[in-house]
């Protein structure tokens, strides 16, 4: 396993648009974390899912956005009708439930909305 | 909010140690110190984290202090490749339980950048 893998690295979209990124965590990690990171700050908590199912939301997760793990493996997020304010970089990260060492992080996503 | 203060920026040259400082004042008695680096374009790498004796692996030493309420995190002979954002992030222990304060969330501040000069 390579760690975890999020696609795709630098998406351009125009405003009004819908965008979907995918994240495939580290296959034997039950825990998922999706993080939104803006130039010059740290990560930002969007919302963490343990198998299938989404266990925390941050409130910066407006109704635009939805994030899902359908079979507990790769997870999606979703951003409706895409302003110039959710440009950022997406990050995902994964972990085991019974090791506490940190999250592994992938490289992210680069959103540009233009 | 982030629960810590670092200093915005250090140099160090390479091959010296780096000593990277932490404040967490308020931290409470279920809340451990992590510590998470970010280099250039790519996400945050996991470094050490530690509750309250001193804790060393393969990347670094954290040193806590007897009151919790400052760590120190040790790079012993710093490279260049350590230059990145490394940041200080305390976090409560009981990672599934909500009603004692858990969550799974990190609440990244803005960290320190650190320089390692040739």
Known sequence: ?114 | DAKTTQPPSMDCAEGRAANLPCNHSTISGNEYVYWYRQIHSQGPQYIIHGLKNNETNEMASLIITEDRKSSTLILPHATLRDTAVYYCIVRVADRGTRSQGGSEKLVFGKGTKLTVNP
């Open chain 1, 1 to 114: 396993d390579t760690g975890v893998s999020q696609n795709p690295r630098h998406k351009i979209t125009k405003r009004g648009q819908n965008v979907t990124f995918r994240c495939d965590p580290i296959s034997e990690h039950n825990r998922l974390y999706w993080y939104r990171q803006t130039l010059g700050q740290g990560p930002e908590f969007l919302t963490y899912f343990q198998n299938e199912a989404q266990l925390e939301k941050s409130r910066l997760l407006s109704d635009r956005f939805s994030a899902e793990r359908p079979k507990g493996s790769f997870s999606t997020l979703e951003i409706q009708r895409t302003e110039q304010g959710d440009s950022a970089m997406y990050l995902c990260a994964s972990s085991l439930d019974h090791r506490d060492t940190g999250y592994t992080f992938g490289s992210g996503t680069r959103l540009t909305v233009v």
